[in-house]
């Protein structure tokens, strides 16, 4: 298993780049049930990696222990330097988080979720100013900063979390189905605002999705899983050749699953998110 404290190298030999996260068969169950099973992989620093996979595959359940929010049945691993067991609260200091469920307040204005999100990170008070005007300009939302958030459509909710996680400036941020309930453009904005935020903080962003469209145009490095363990990781294009000529990522998830993949406004963002409570 990796040594806590610092950060492992990639076991990827043509890419200099250190993981950042590495897991050593990993492994949670509920009960009866084994939701990850024995996973063991690797996320470089800076890129951008997909986490795909069924209903009920793990993704959420495994996204979960990597935050810190469940802890692992057996198995460990190490998040941005830091072993996940013993060093759970320097995990956390180093980590964004854009769950799928809606977390911004509807009540408060944009600026004042930031607020309470810099207050929460313990960001100095003559820093927070600064760092709230970086992150709404980032997400393309200083315009309406001042607007209360049940104001706001889908996509300027879900990039509002997205600021609120980077506040504090993560190695590593987890975006659970970033672009759940959104329409094509605010999908398509999402994805372009994930790509600047990759560039201008080096972070690595891990996303969850069921979006295939989504993990092929987005994504440096895509792992499929099905019934919690990793069936397949690499590049998109590298999994589409695999699975034979002119194949796409449906063909890639329908070939290893046996399965076909699944492909507004406060209301409708709180609804469509409500629906997906269950582990994924």
């Given at each position: 298993m990796p040594t806590a404290g610092a950060v492992p190298q990639s076991v990827d030999r043509g890419n200099p780049r250190p993981a950042v996260v590495e897991t050593h068969r990993l492994t949670r169950r509920f009960g009866a049930l084994t939701a990850v099973d024995a996973v063991s992989l690797g996320v470089r620093g800076a890129e951008i990696f997909g986490l795909i996979g069924p209903n009920g595959a793990g993704k959420s359940t495994l996204i979960k222990m990597l935050t810190t929010m469940l802890p692992p049945s057996s198995g460990g691993a190490v998040v941005a330097g830091f072993d996940l067991a013993t060093?759970?609260?320097?995990?956390?200091?180093?980590?964004?988080?854009?769950?799928?469920?809606?977390?911004?307040?509807?009540?408060?204005?944009?600026?004042?979720?930031?607020?309470?999100?810099?207050?929460?990170?313990?960001?100095?008070r003559a820093e927070r100013k600064q760092r709230i005007g970086e992150a709404l300009a980032m997400m393309g939302l200083t315009e309406v900063r001042e607007r209360l958030v049940?104001?706001?459509?889908?996509?300027?909710?879900?990039?509002?979390?997205?600021?609120?996680?980077?506040?504090?400036?993560?190695?590593?941020?987890?975006?659970?189905?970033?672009?759940?309930?959104?329409?094509?453009?605010?999908?398509?904005?999402?994805?372009?605002?994930?790509?600047?935020?990759?560039?201008?903080?080096?972070?690595?962003?891990?996303?969850?999705?069921?979006?295939?469209?989504?993990?092929?145009?987005?994504?440096?490095?895509?792992?499929l899983i099905d019934r919690g363990r990793i069936q397949a990781v690499g590049t998109p294009a590298a999994l589409k050749a695999e699975a034979g000529a002119n194949a796409t990522l449906d063909d890639v998830f329908e070939k290893l699953t046996g399965l076909a993949p699944e492909g507004g406004d406060y209301r409708n963002v709180r609804q469509s998110r409500r629906a997906a409570r269950e582990h994924t």
């Open positions: 060093q759970a609260a320097q995990v956390r200091r180093h980590i964004g988080y854009v769950p799928q469920l809606l977390s911004a307040d509807s009540e408060l204005t944009g600026y004042e979720n930031l607020l309470l999100s810099a207050r929460l990170y313990l960001i100095p049940r104001n706001y459509s889908g996509g300027m909710i879900r990039r509002l979390e997205i600021a609120q996680s980077t506040l504090h400036r993560p190695a590593i941020i987890f975006m659970d189905e970033p672009t759940e309930g959104l329409d094509p453009v605010a999908r398509h904005a999402v994805w372009s605002h994930i790509r600047d935020l990759r560039a201008r903080l080096a972070a690595a962003v891990i996303v969850t999705t069921h979006y295939m469209d989504e993990a092929d145009v987005l994504c440096d490095r895509i792992a």
